[in-house]
């Protein structure tokens, strides 16, 4: 997978709210699907195939991963009312 700086010719934006959840879904003949529910709207994240991981499906994973962690540290710090100390915008 490469790094790609490219414009989105499409962007959107699905806010997070009291009923909005997470979920990874392993299956046993399958490749896992990651579930994002936004109440009326979910979005899936799968791989390119069902029954094949790729080295891109594992790097796209941690990538995921990464982020996902880096956006729950900067929302924890924010609920908190601390700045946090780098990579912040305002």
């Known amino acids: 997978m490469s790094t790609r700086h ?3 010719t499409s962007v959107i934006n699905l806010n997070t709210s ?5 979920e990874n879904r ?6 896992p699907v990651l579930m994002l529910d936004f109440g009326a709207t979910s979005v899936l994240v799968t ?5 094949r991981i790729t080295a891109a499906d ?17 929302v ?14 305002r």
């Open 6 to 8: 490219k414009r989105p």
């Open 18 to 22: 009291a009923g909005a959840r997470a």
């Open 26 to 31: 392993p299956y046993r003949l399958r490749t």
């Open 47 to 51: 791989t390119a195939t069902a029954t």
């Open 58 to 74: 594992v790097e796209f994973a941690r990538q995921l991963a990464e982020q996902a962690a880096g956006f729950a540290t900067c």
């Open 76 to 89: 924890e710090r924010m609920y908190r009312g601390v700045a946090a100390a780098t990579g912040v915008e």
